[in-house]
C-alpha cells in the first residue's frame, strides 16, 4: 500500500516545498521551517557574517533545493539583492549511521566577490528537514 500512495506523498512534498520557497521569497514568512540543514547552520555563521536575512534565506532554501532534489555534482545557485550569490553542490545520496539517506556538500559563497566554501555532510531526518553529521 505504501509504494502506492509514495509517489503522491513526493509529489504533495515537492509542490509544498515550492510554495514556501515562492512565498518566502515574496517576504510572506520569515525562515522557512524544517529547514533547518547542515550548510544553513554553518552559512549563518562562520560564512553568513556577511549576508543578510533575505541573503540567509535564499541561501538555505538553495541548499534544500540542492540536498533534497539536486543530482550529484549538478551546482544549484542562489543570488542575494545586495551582490552576493552562492552555489551548492551535493554529492550522490548513501546510508549512513542509521539515516537512509546522507550527502556530501560543498556551499560556496560569494560576498564582496570573495568566495568562502563550507563543505560537510548532510542527513536526511523522516520529518523531511536535513541535519548536519560532520
Known amino acids: 500500500m505504501f509504494s502506492e500512495i ?10 509544498g516545498f515550492i510554495a514556501l520557497v ?20 554553518r552559512v549563518g555563521g562562520e560564512v553568513g557574517n556577511g549576508l543578510d536575512e533575505g541573503d540567509r534565506r535564499r541561501a538555505k532554501a538553495a541548499e534544500m533545493q540542492a540536498l533534497e532534489y539536486g543530482g550529484p555534482g549538478a551546482p544549484v545557485s542562489w543570488r ?44 536526511r531526518n523522516l520529518d523531511g528537514s536535513w541535519t548536519p553529521i560532520g
Request: hydrophobic share 35%; charged share 15%; proline share 8%.
Open 80 to 123: 542575494g539583492e545586495r551582490g552576493a550569490y552562492g552555489t551548492i553542490v551535493a554529492g550522490p545520496p548513501y546510508a549512513q549511521g542509521g539515516y537512509a539517506r546522507c550527502r556530501e556538500y560543498t556551499h560556496t559563497v560569494y560576498i564582496l566577490s570573495r568566495p568562502q566554501t563550507v563543505r560537510g555532510v548532510a542527513c
Open 6 to 15: 509514495y509517489p503522491l506523498l513526493r509529489k504533495t512534498a515537492a509542490i
Open 22 to 41: 515562492l512565498a518566502s521569497c515574496a517576504g510572506e514568512l520569515g525562515p522557512m521551517p524544517g529547514t533547518g540543514i547542515a550548510t544553513g547552520v
